[in-house]
Nanobody, 122 residues
């Protein structure tokens, strides 16, 4: 069973930065794309960004790449999300997930972490 554990969430003022990390227990880590999702209060979970298994390709939703950067360390089996210029609308629970394929995209995820809460007061 693959385990994904997120960390790095917390309270940050608007305009600030946070770096989320996701540690994976997957023995075939490089064979799978990884993604980050967000669930805002009272809303459905939404896709933010994904990275290929090799780490050479990314897929961002909308203009999120203007402020967020995804990366991965295939030696440490971690995926990170650098979030800059945070806004109140970025508040929510952030989840990392493993994609069934090695490519990057908004669908096709089979394992999820428990989530980490990010709060940006308005």
């Amino acid at each position: 069973q693959v385990q994904l554990v997120e960390s790095g969430g917390g309270l940050v003022q608007a305009g600030g930065s946070l770096r989320l990390s996701c540690a994976s227990s997957d023995r075939s880590f490089t064979s799978h794309g990884m993604g980050w999702f967000r669930q805002a209060p009272g809303k459905e979970r939404e896709f933010l960004v994904a990275i290929t298994g090799s780490g050479t390709g990314t897929y961002y939703m909308g203009s999120i790449q203007d402020r967020f950067i995804i990366s991965r360390d295939n030696v440490r089996k971690t995926v990170s999300l650098q979030m800059n210029d945070l806004k109140p609308e970025d508040t929510g629970v952030y989840y990392c997930a493993r994609r069934t394929e090695s490519t990057a995209g908004p669908r096709g995820y089979d394992h999820w972490g428990q989530g980490t809460l990010v709060t940006v007061p308005g």
